[in-house]
Protein backbone atom coordinates (compact mmCIF):
# COMPACT_ATOMS: atom_id res chain seq x y z
CA UNK A 1 0.00 0.00 0.00
CA UNK A 2 1.01 3.82 -0.99
CA UNK A 3 2.15 5.80 1.84
CA UNK A 4 -0.09 8.25 3.62
CA UNK A 5 2.25 10.64 4.03
CA UNK A 6 2.90 11.12 0.46
CA UNK A 7 -0.51 12.30 0.27
CA UNK A 8 -0.33 14.45 2.72
CA UNK A 9 3.15 16.36 1.41
CA UNK A 10 1.84 16.31 -2.11
CA UNK A 11 1.38 19.97 -3.86
CA UNK A 12 -1.15 18.71 -5.63
CA UNK A 13 -3.99 17.14 -3.14
CA UNK A 14 -4.93 13.38 -2.38
CA UNK A 15 -5.44 12.49 -6.27
CA UNK A 16 -3.78 8.79 -6.71
CA UNK A 17 -2.81 9.66 -10.31
CA UNK A 18 -0.47 12.41 -8.85
CA UNK A 19 1.14 9.75 -7.03
CA UNK A 20 1.68 7.65 -9.21
CA UNK A 21 3.29 10.04 -10.92
CA UNK A 22 5.56 10.61 -8.54
CA UNK A 23 6.13 7.22 -7.69
CA UNK A 24 7.21 6.98 -11.15
CA UNK A 25 9.33 9.84 -10.95
CA UNK A 26 11.06 8.59 -7.95
CA UNK A 27 11.92 5.17 -8.96
CA UNK A 28 10.10 3.22 -7.18
CA UNK A 29 8.20 1.85 -9.88
CA UNK A 30 11.05 -0.37 -11.26
CA UNK A 31 10.57 -2.08 -7.91
CA UNK A 32 6.76 -1.97 -8.61
CA UNK A 33 7.13 -3.70 -11.96
CA UNK A 34 9.76 -6.17 -10.41
CA UNK A 35 7.34 -7.58 -7.96
CA UNK A 36 4.16 -7.85 -9.92
CA UNK A 37 6.29 -9.22 -12.92
CA UNK A 38 7.58 -12.00 -10.47
CA UNK A 39 4.33 -12.52 -8.94
CA UNK A 40 2.94 -12.90 -12.80
CA UNK A 41 6.21 -15.49 -13.12
CA UNK A 42 5.03 -17.30 -10.15
CA UNK A 43 1.64 -17.51 -10.87
CA UNK A 44 1.97 -18.98 -14.41
CA UNK A 45 4.36 -21.17 -13.01
CA UNK A 46 1.93 -22.57 -10.34
CA UNK A 47 -0.66 -23.28 -12.57
CA UNK A 48 1.50 -25.02 -14.87
CA UNK A 49 2.55 -27.45 -12.35
CA UNK A 50 -0.99 -27.94 -11.60
CA UNK A 51 -2.09 -28.66 -14.66
CA UNK A 52 0.82 -31.23 -15.05
CA UNK A 53 0.27 -32.73 -11.87
CA UNK A 54 -3.83 -33.10 -12.69
CA UNK A 55 -2.54 -34.79 -16.10
CA UNK A 56 -0.46 -36.98 -14.52
CA UNK A 57 -2.53 -38.01 -11.68
CA UNK A 58 -5.54 -38.94 -14.43
CA UNK A 59 -2.89 -40.99 -16.16
CA UNK A 60 -1.62 -42.76 -12.95
CA UNK A 61 -5.77 -43.80 -11.96
CA UNK A 62 -5.84 -45.34 -15.63
CA UNK A 63 -2.15 -47.25 -14.93
CA UNK A 64 -3.01 -48.28 -11.25
CA UNK A 65 -6.59 -49.54 -12.74
CA UNK A 66 -5.17 -51.39 -15.22
CA UNK A 67 -2.06 -53.09 -12.90
CA UNK A 68 -5.02 -53.90 -10.67
CA UNK A 69 -7.02 -55.80 -13.71
CA UNK A 70 -3.84 -57.91 -14.23
CA UNK A 71 -3.19 -58.76 -10.40
CA UNK A 72 -6.62 -59.47 -9.85
CA UNK A 73 -6.46 -61.79 -12.66
CA UNK A 74 -3.04 -63.40 -11.55
CA UNK A 75 -3.86 -63.95 -8.06
CA UNK A 76 -5.24 -67.05 -6.14
CA UNK A 77 -6.81 -65.25 -3.43
CA UNK A 78 -10.17 -63.97 -3.24
CA UNK A 79 -10.49 -60.36 -2.93
CA UNK A 80 -13.78 -58.72 -2.90
CA UNK A 81 -14.11 -55.01 -2.06
CA UNK A 82 -17.30 -55.72 0.14
CA UNK A 83 -15.00 -57.67 2.41
CA UNK A 84 -12.83 -54.87 2.91
CA UNK A 85 -15.95 -52.39 3.13
CA UNK A 86 -16.98 -54.26 5.87
CA UNK A 87 -13.75 -55.11 7.72
CA UNK A 88 -13.66 -51.71 7.69
CA UNK A 89 -16.54 -51.14 9.02
CA UNK A 90 -16.21 -53.44 11.82
CA UNK A 91 -13.01 -52.20 12.33
CA UNK A 92 -14.69 -48.72 13.48
CA UNK A 93 -17.51 -50.40 15.27
CA UNK A 94 -20.23 -51.32 13.27
CA UNK A 95 -21.70 -54.29 13.34
CA UNK A 96 -21.86 -55.34 9.38
CA UNK A 97 -22.91 -58.28 7.69
CA UNK A 98 -23.23 -59.98 4.21
CA UNK A 99 -24.75 -63.26 3.14
CA UNK A 100 -24.86 -64.65 -0.27
CA UNK A 101 -25.59 -67.86 -1.74
CA UNK A 102 -28.47 -70.13 -1.77
CA UNK A 103 -30.37 -69.76 1.43
CA UNK A 104 -31.24 -72.78 3.25
CA UNK A 105 -35.07 -72.12 3.81
CA UNK A 106 -37.35 -69.76 3.43
CA UNK A 107 -39.74 -68.66 5.85
CA UNK A 108 -40.83 -64.79 5.10
CA UNK A 109 -41.46 -63.62 1.96
CA UNK A 110 -42.42 -60.24 2.92
CA UNK A 111 -39.70 -58.43 3.61
CA UNK A 112 -38.04 -55.41 2.02
CA UNK A 113 -35.14 -54.00 2.30
CA UNK A 114 -33.46 -50.90 1.90
CA UNK A 115 -31.60 -49.49 -1.15
CA UNK A 116 -28.23 -48.98 -0.58
CA UNK A 117 -28.54 -46.51 -3.49
CA UNK A 118 -31.31 -44.04 -2.64
CA UNK A 119 -30.62 -41.26 -5.28
CA UNK A 120 -30.71 -43.83 -8.10
CA UNK A 121 -27.81 -44.28 -10.89
CA UNK A 122 -25.50 -41.41 -10.29
CA UNK A 123 -23.19 -42.66 -13.21
CA UNK A 124 -26.05 -42.28 -15.55
CA UNK A 125 -24.99 -39.91 -18.81
CA UNK A 126 -27.76 -37.89 -17.92
CA UNK A 127 -26.65 -34.86 -15.98
CA UNK A 128 -27.16 -34.80 -12.28
CA UNK A 129 -26.55 -32.89 -9.54
CA UNK A 130 -24.74 -33.78 -5.87
CA UNK A 131 -27.60 -32.03 -4.28
CA UNK A 132 -30.12 -34.55 -2.13
CA UNK A 133 -32.13 -35.75 -5.30
CA UNK A 134 -35.33 -37.58 -4.52
CA UNK A 135 -35.12 -41.00 -4.06
CA UNK A 136 -36.89 -43.56 -5.75
CA UNK A 137 -40.19 -44.45 -3.48
CA UNK A 138 -40.08 -47.97 -5.18
CA UNK A 139 -37.29 -49.11 -3.93
CA UNK A 140 -37.01 -47.91 -0.15
CA UNK A 141 -39.41 -49.92 2.14
CA UNK A 142 -39.13 -50.63 5.78
CA UNK A 143 -36.31 -53.52 7.45
CA UNK A 144 -37.06 -56.08 9.76
CA UNK A 145 -34.97 -55.81 12.71
CA UNK A 146 -33.22 -59.47 12.35
CA UNK A 147 -29.31 -59.96 12.99
CA UNK A 148 -29.37 -62.39 9.83
CA UNK A 149 -30.36 -62.70 6.55
CA UNK A 150 -30.27 -65.14 3.80
CA UNK A 151 -29.78 -63.78 0.20
CA UNK A 152 -31.30 -65.75 -2.79
CA UNK A 153 -28.33 -66.05 -5.81
CA UNK A 154 -30.75 -64.64 -8.59
CA UNK A 155 -29.61 -66.04 -12.08
CA UNK A 156 -32.04 -64.54 -14.15
CA UNK A 157 -34.71 -61.46 -13.56
CA UNK A 158 -35.49 -61.39 -9.64
CA UNK A 159 -38.98 -62.77 -8.49
CA UNK A 160 -40.77 -61.48 -5.54
CA UNK A 161 -41.58 -64.48 -3.85
CA UNK A 162 -39.46 -67.41 -3.30
CA UNK A 163 -40.94 -70.58 -2.04
CA UNK A 164 -41.19 -70.69 1.86
CA UNK A 165 -39.36 -73.85 4.11
CA UNK A 166 -40.91 -74.28 6.88
CA UNK A 167 -37.29 -75.48 8.77
CA UNK A 168 -35.51 -72.42 8.93
CA UNK A 169 -36.42 -70.05 11.41
CA UNK A 170 -34.70 -67.17 10.17
CA UNK A 171 -36.63 -64.73 7.66
CA UNK A 172 -35.81 -64.60 3.80
CA UNK A 173 -36.36 -60.97 2.47
CA UNK A 174 -38.40 -60.56 -0.96
CA UNK A 175 -37.04 -58.21 -3.17
CA UNK A 176 -38.95 -56.55 -5.43
CA UNK A 177 -38.57 -56.82 -9.75
CA UNK A 178 -35.70 -55.18 -10.81
CA UNK A 179 -37.11 -54.16 -14.55
CA UNK A 180 -33.77 -52.67 -15.57
CA UNK A 181 -31.64 -55.72 -14.62
CA UNK A 182 -29.24 -56.61 -17.76
CA UNK A 183 -28.96 -59.38 -19.42
CA UNK A 184 -25.02 -61.04 -19.42
CA UNK A 185 -24.98 -60.10 -23.24
CA UNK A 186 -25.59 -56.74 -23.15
CA UNK A 187 -22.93 -55.76 -20.86
CA UNK A 188 -20.88 -52.62 -20.91
CA UNK A 189 -17.67 -52.56 -22.77
CA UNK A 190 -15.11 -52.56 -19.97
CA UNK A 191 -13.17 -49.20 -19.79
CA UNK A 192 -9.39 -49.07 -19.57
CA UNK A 193 -9.56 -48.05 -16.03
CA UNK A 194 -12.43 -50.26 -14.67
CA UNK A 195 -11.43 -53.98 -14.02
CA UNK A 196 -11.97 -57.46 -14.85
CA UNK A 197 -14.02 -59.08 -17.79
CA UNK A 198 -17.80 -60.02 -17.08
CA UNK A 199 -18.33 -63.23 -16.16
CA UNK A 200 -20.74 -65.05 -18.08
CA UNK A 201 -20.05 -68.24 -15.86
CA UNK A 202 -19.67 -68.62 -12.46
CA UNK A 203 -16.77 -71.30 -12.32
CA UNK A 204 -15.98 -73.00 -9.05
CA UNK A 205 -13.25 -71.85 -7.09
CA UNK A 206 -11.34 -72.40 -4.25
CA UNK A 207 -12.14 -69.40 -2.50
CA UNK A 208 -9.81 -68.25 0.32
CA UNK A 209 -10.79 -64.84 2.32
CA UNK A 210 -7.83 -63.22 2.93
CA UNK A 211 -8.56 -61.47 6.32
CA UNK A 212 -8.03 -57.70 6.07
CA UNK A 213 -4.56 -57.66 8.32
CA UNK A 214 -2.68 -59.73 5.82
CA UNK A 215 -3.77 -57.51 2.82
CA UNK A 216 -2.65 -54.69 5.03
CA UNK A 217 0.57 -55.98 5.01
CA UNK A 218 1.05 -56.46 1.88
CA UNK A 219 -1.04 -53.60 0.22
CA UNK A 220 0.45 -50.82 2.93
CA UNK A 221 4.06 -51.31 1.99
CA UNK A 222 2.69 -51.05 -2.05
CA UNK A 223 0.27 -48.19 -1.14
CA UNK A 224 2.59 -46.29 0.97
CA UNK A 225 5.35 -45.18 -1.92
CA UNK A 226 2.23 -44.82 -4.32
CA UNK A 227 0.57 -41.76 -1.77
CA UNK A 228 3.92 -40.46 -1.23
CA UNK A 229 4.13 -40.34 -4.91
CA UNK A 230 1.34 -39.19 -5.76
CA UNK A 231 1.24 -36.43 -3.48
CA UNK B 1 1.37 33.51 43.69
CA UNK B 2 1.16 33.96 39.77
CA UNK B 3 4.70 33.54 40.08
CA UNK B 4 4.49 30.25 41.68
CA UNK B 5 1.57 29.49 39.36
CA UNK B 6 4.25 30.01 35.94
CA UNK B 7 6.31 28.14 37.82
CA UNK B 8 4.12 24.89 37.63
CA UNK B 9 3.96 23.96 33.99
CA UNK B 10 7.89 24.67 34.20
CA UNK B 11 8.46 21.92 36.38
CA UNK B 12 6.40 19.61 34.64
CA UNK B 13 7.91 20.33 31.77
CA UNK B 14 11.41 18.87 32.28
CA UNK B 15 12.25 16.84 29.47
CA UNK B 16 12.88 13.15 31.21
CA UNK B 17 16.46 11.41 31.43
CA UNK B 18 17.79 10.16 28.43
CA UNK B 19 17.06 6.65 27.38
CA UNK B 20 19.52 4.61 25.02
CA UNK B 21 17.83 3.78 22.03
CA UNK B 22 15.96 0.24 21.08
CA UNK B 23 18.15 -1.73 18.76
CA UNK B 24 16.74 -1.90 15.09
CA UNK B 25 16.46 -5.74 15.01
CA UNK B 26 14.10 -6.39 18.32
CA UNK B 27 11.40 -4.95 16.57
CA UNK B 28 12.26 -6.27 13.00
CA UNK B 29 12.54 -9.34 14.90
CA UNK B 30 8.73 -9.25 15.80
CA UNK B 31 8.00 -8.20 12.36
CA UNK B 32 9.90 -11.22 10.68
CA UNK B 33 8.66 -13.43 13.16
CA UNK B 34 4.77 -12.84 12.51
CA UNK B 35 5.24 -12.91 8.77
CA UNK B 36 6.96 -16.20 8.88
CA UNK B 37 4.12 -17.40 11.53
CA UNK B 38 1.35 -16.20 8.86
CA UNK B 39 3.16 -18.44 6.06
CA UNK B 40 3.24 -21.40 8.46
CA UNK B 41 -0.03 -20.98 9.26
CA UNK B 42 -0.83 -20.63 5.74
CA UNK B 43 1.30 -22.97 3.88
CA UNK B 44 0.31 -25.36 7.13
CA UNK B 45 -3.59 -25.07 7.46
CA UNK B 46 -4.39 -23.82 3.43
CA UNK B 47 -1.71 -24.66 0.78
CA UNK B 48 -1.01 -28.27 1.61
CA UNK B 49 -4.82 -28.93 2.44
CA UNK B 50 -6.06 -27.61 -0.99
CA UNK B 51 -2.62 -28.97 -2.99
CA UNK B 52 -3.25 -32.18 -1.64
CA UNK B 53 -7.07 -32.15 -2.27
CA UNK B 54 -6.51 -31.72 -5.97
CA UNK B 55 -4.10 -35.32 -6.57
CA UNK B 56 -5.29 -37.47 -3.15
CA UNK B 57 -7.23 -40.63 -3.17
CA UNK B 58 -10.73 -39.63 -2.48
CA UNK B 59 -10.98 -43.95 -1.56
CA UNK B 60 -11.28 -45.29 -4.96
CA UNK B 61 -12.75 -48.61 -5.23
CA UNK B 62 -12.75 -51.37 -7.90
CA UNK B 63 -14.01 -54.49 -8.81
CA UNK B 64 -12.31 -57.55 -6.68
CA UNK B 65 -11.57 -61.02 -8.11
CA UNK B 66 -14.46 -63.15 -7.95
CA UNK B 67 -17.75 -61.05 -9.25
CA UNK B 68 -20.70 -62.65 -10.16
CA UNK B 69 -22.51 -60.76 -12.73
CA UNK B 70 -25.23 -57.95 -11.83
CA UNK B 71 -28.07 -60.17 -11.98
CA UNK B 72 -26.48 -61.28 -8.19
CA UNK B 73 -28.68 -59.68 -5.77
CA UNK B 74 -26.01 -58.60 -2.68
CA UNK B 75 -27.22 -57.09 0.45
CA UNK B 76 -25.03 -56.17 3.44
CA UNK B 77 -26.81 -55.41 7.07
CA UNK B 78 -25.31 -52.25 8.84
CA UNK B 79 -26.46 -52.40 12.75
CA UNK B 80 -29.48 -53.95 11.79
CA UNK B 81 -29.90 -52.04 8.83
CA UNK B 82 -30.29 -53.46 5.18
CA UNK B 83 -28.48 -52.40 2.09
CA UNK B 84 -29.04 -53.64 -1.21
CA UNK B 85 -26.03 -52.97 -3.34
CA UNK B 86 -26.43 -51.27 -6.50
CA UNK B 87 -24.44 -52.38 -9.88
CA UNK B 88 -21.97 -50.15 -10.98
CA UNK B 89 -22.14 -50.82 -14.60
CA UNK B 90 -18.90 -48.75 -15.49
CA UNK B 91 -16.60 -50.42 -12.99
CA UNK B 92 -18.47 -53.73 -13.32
CA UNK B 93 -18.49 -54.46 -9.41
CA UNK B 94 -21.47 -54.08 -6.30
CA UNK B 95 -20.61 -50.97 -4.75
CA UNK B 96 -20.41 -51.31 -1.21
CA UNK B 97 -22.95 -48.82 0.78
CA UNK B 98 -22.54 -45.05 0.43
CA UNK B 99 -20.01 -45.57 -2.74
CA UNK B 100 -21.08 -43.93 -5.49
CA UNK B 101 -20.00 -43.55 -9.34
CA UNK B 102 -18.43 -39.91 -10.29
CA UNK B 103 -18.99 -39.54 -13.67
CA UNK B 104 -16.57 -37.01 -13.93
CA UNK B 105 -14.01 -38.76 -12.64
CA UNK B 106 -14.87 -42.25 -14.05
CA UNK B 107 -14.19 -43.89 -10.47
CA UNK B 108 -16.35 -45.50 -8.03
CA UNK B 109 -15.39 -43.57 -4.08
CA UNK B 110 -15.75 -45.13 -1.01
CA UNK B 111 -18.17 -42.81 1.30
CA UNK B 112 -19.03 -40.16 -1.68
CA UNK B 113 -19.12 -36.77 -0.63
CA UNK B 114 -19.41 -34.72 -3.87
CA UNK B 115 -16.93 -34.09 -6.26
CA UNK B 116 -15.18 -30.80 -5.61
CA UNK B 117 -15.08 -28.39 -8.80
CA UNK B 118 -12.70 -26.09 -7.29
CA UNK B 119 -9.87 -28.62 -6.89
CA UNK B 120 -11.66 -31.33 -9.92
CA UNK B 121 -11.44 -33.96 -7.51
CA UNK B 122 -13.73 -36.23 -5.45
CA UNK B 123 -14.29 -35.82 -1.88
CA UNK B 124 -14.64 -39.16 -0.38
CA UNK B 125 -13.68 -41.38 2.55
CA UNK B 126 -9.79 -40.67 2.31
CA UNK B 127 -9.68 -37.36 1.49
CA UNK B 128 -12.53 -35.61 3.59
CA UNK B 129 -10.62 -34.42 6.59
CA UNK B 130 -8.44 -32.13 4.00
CA UNK B 131 -11.55 -30.90 2.70
CA UNK B 132 -12.97 -29.90 6.03
CA UNK B 133 -9.80 -28.89 6.89
CA UNK B 134 -9.40 -26.70 3.62
CA UNK B 135 -12.89 -25.11 3.92
CA UNK B 136 -11.99 -23.99 7.73
CA UNK B 137 -8.50 -22.44 6.61
CA UNK B 138 -10.45 -20.77 4.36
CA UNK B 139 -13.21 -19.18 6.37
CA UNK B 140 -10.36 -18.25 8.97
CA UNK B 141 -8.49 -16.06 6.25
CA UNK B 142 -11.21 -14.87 4.67
CA UNK B 143 -12.18 -13.86 8.37
CA UNK B 144 -8.77 -12.29 9.35
CA UNK B 145 -8.52 -10.59 5.65
CA UNK B 146 -12.02 -8.75 6.45
CA UNK B 147 -11.38 -8.36 10.38
CA UNK B 148 -8.35 -6.72 9.20
CA UNK B 149 -9.75 -4.12 6.59
CA UNK B 150 -12.43 -3.32 9.01
CA UNK B 151 -10.45 -2.38 11.73
CA UNK B 152 -8.77 -0.46 9.20
CA UNK B 153 -11.19 1.29 8.24
CA UNK B 154 -12.49 2.17 11.90
CA UNK B 155 -9.36 3.66 12.96
CA UNK B 156 -8.75 5.34 10.18
CA UNK B 157 -12.48 7.23 9.88
CA UNK B 158 -11.04 10.72 10.99
CA UNK B 159 -8.89 10.77 7.76
CA UNK B 160 -9.63 12.08 4.65
CA UNK B 161 -10.46 9.62 1.99
CA UNK B 162 -7.57 7.74 0.27
CA UNK B 163 -6.20 5.38 -1.75
CA UNK B 164 -4.95 2.84 1.30
CA UNK B 165 -9.06 3.23 1.96
CA UNK B 166 -10.27 2.26 -1.63
CA UNK B 167 -7.86 -0.79 -1.39
CA UNK B 168 -9.13 -1.83 2.00
CA UNK B 169 -12.51 -1.71 0.71
CA UNK B 170 -11.61 -3.49 -2.58
CA UNK B 171 -9.96 -6.36 -0.52
CA UNK B 172 -13.32 -6.51 1.86
CA UNK B 173 -15.63 -6.60 -0.21
CA UNK B 174 -14.16 -10.09 -1.80
CA UNK B 175 -13.39 -11.40 1.28
CA UNK B 176 -17.08 -11.02 2.50
CA UNK B 177 -17.67 -12.63 -0.39
CA UNK B 178 -16.10 -15.69 0.00
CA UNK B 179 -16.68 -16.09 3.60
CA UNK B 180 -20.51 -15.77 3.96
CA UNK B 181 -20.78 -19.41 1.57
CA UNK B 182 -17.60 -20.93 2.91
CA UNK B 183 -19.33 -20.11 6.23
CA UNK B 184 -22.35 -21.85 5.87
CA UNK B 185 -20.73 -24.50 4.04
CA UNK B 186 -18.62 -24.98 6.65
CA UNK B 187 -22.13 -24.89 8.83
CA UNK B 188 -23.26 -27.56 6.50
CA UNK B 189 -20.91 -30.16 6.65
CA UNK B 190 -20.24 -29.92 10.05
CA UNK B 191 -23.90 -30.52 11.09
CA UNK B 192 -23.33 -33.47 8.23
CA UNK B 193 -20.60 -34.80 10.30
CA UNK B 194 -22.77 -34.95 13.24
CA UNK B 195 -25.64 -36.88 12.19
CA UNK B 196 -22.63 -38.89 9.75
CA UNK B 197 -24.74 -38.45 6.80
CA UNK B 198 -23.19 -37.17 3.41
CA UNK B 199 -23.66 -34.49 1.43
CA UNK B 200 -25.21 -36.91 -1.54
CA UNK B 201 -27.52 -38.12 0.38
CA UNK B 202 -29.13 -35.25 1.68
CA UNK B 203 -31.62 -35.33 5.05
CA UNK B 204 -34.46 -37.82 5.83
CA UNK B 205 -33.15 -40.57 3.79
CA UNK B 206 -33.09 -43.12 6.48
CA UNK B 207 -36.06 -45.75 6.89
CA UNK B 208 -38.12 -44.37 10.27
CA UNK B 209 -35.29 -41.84 11.05
CA UNK B 210 -32.74 -44.33 11.98
CA UNK B 211 -29.43 -43.88 10.36
CA UNK B 212 -27.42 -47.08 11.17
CA UNK B 213 -23.96 -44.78 10.59
CA UNK B 214 -24.93 -42.70 13.42
CA UNK B 215 -22.67 -43.61 16.19
CA UNK B 216 -23.15 -40.32 18.37
CA UNK B 217 -21.77 -37.13 17.69
CA UNK B 218 -18.53 -37.50 19.22
CA UNK B 219 -17.75 -40.66 17.33
CA UNK B 220 -18.79 -39.61 14.27
CA UNK B 221 -16.35 -36.87 14.19
CA UNK B 222 -13.53 -38.81 15.30
CA UNK B 223 -14.37 -41.31 12.81
CA UNK B 224 -14.54 -38.53 10.27
CA UNK B 225 -11.27 -36.47 11.21
CA UNK B 226 -8.99 -39.18 13.34
CA UNK B 227 -9.65 -42.32 12.58
CA UNK B 228 -6.96 -44.36 10.79
CA UNK B 229 -7.87 -44.86 7.24
CA UNK B 230 -6.32 -47.79 6.33
CA UNK B 231 -4.47 -49.22 3.29
CA UNK B 232 -6.13 -47.94 0.06
Known sequence: MLNAQNLVTSP??????????????????????????????????????????????????????????????????????????????????????????????????????????????????????????????????????????????????????LRPQASSPLPIPVFQEVPFALSLCNLPPMLNHSVSCPLTTCPERNTHFYSLPTLAHGDHCFSAKRFASEL | MPVLKDAMPLMKESHPPPQAPLPWILPSLFAAFNVVLLLVFSGLFFAFPLVSLNFSDPGILHQGSNEQGPMMVHVVWVNHRAFRLHWCQKCCFHRPPRTYHCPWCNICVEDFDH??????????????????????????????????????????????????????????????????????????????????????????????????????????????????????
Open chain 2, 115 to 232: HCKWVNNCIGHRNFRFFMLLVLSLCLYSGAVLVTCVIFLLRTTHLPFSIDKVIAIVVAVPATGFLVPLFLLLLIQAMSVSAAERSCEGKCRYLQGYNPFDHGCASNWYLTICAPLGPK
Open chain 1, 12 to 161: LGNSGIWVFLELLLDGQMVWVSLYFGFLGLCSLVTGGCILFLHWRKNLRREKRAQEWVEVMRATTFTYSPLLYWINKRRYYGMNTAINTGPPPSVTKTETEVQNSDPLGELDSTESRSHAAQESNPNMEATVLLQPALQLVPQQSLPSPM
